[in-house]
């Protein structure tokens, strides 16, 4: 078993859907977790497709809630972003930016390339302090109720068989290449440092 506990990140990018999914996931199964999003504002489907309702990474999802709520009840419910704001007030009171956290994580899961993308980038930009490793590992999944609950799942077992290796660091690609079997899916995978 690692020394210490896991120290998880979630990464998706406005930290409302699949990020707090696989929060609220891994949280109940005990591991050390934190979510985030990646986009410079938290953008949420308009009344025209074209046309996000934009809110800062300040605001919290409680605020959001009653805004979409008094917008248009019906149309927020049904497409269930009134129920994800609720389930994401039960996590934390708001939403996060990654570029903004200077935690040291053990594994930052991404939920999409282009999420991947922007951590590398990130992480790769900011000095070295402790040259402690984070394996950065994309989950591929769409921004749907469903898929964002499969990919949860898929990270929380990550985590599990990450969690009960003897040596974290030389288990990764074997516990990736296993997932990668047994899912069908690929992953994406590098290491930064801190």
Known sequence: MPSSPLRVAVVCMSNLNRSMEAHGILRRKGFNVRSFGAASQVRLPGQAGNRPVIYDFSVTYGQMRKDLYRR??????????????GRNEKIKARPERFQECRDAFDVIF?????????????????EQETCQPVHVINVDMKDTLEDATLGALIICELCQRLQQADDVEGSVAEVLLSAEEKTGRSFLHTICFY
């Not at 939920?111 to 992480?123: F, P, S, T």
């Open 110 to 126: 991404t939920c999409e390339e282009r999420v991947y993308d922007r951590v590398v980038e990130d992480l790769c930009a900011r």
């Open 72 to 85: 248009d009840r019906e149309r927020y419910s049904s497409n269930g972003i009134l129920h994800i704001l």
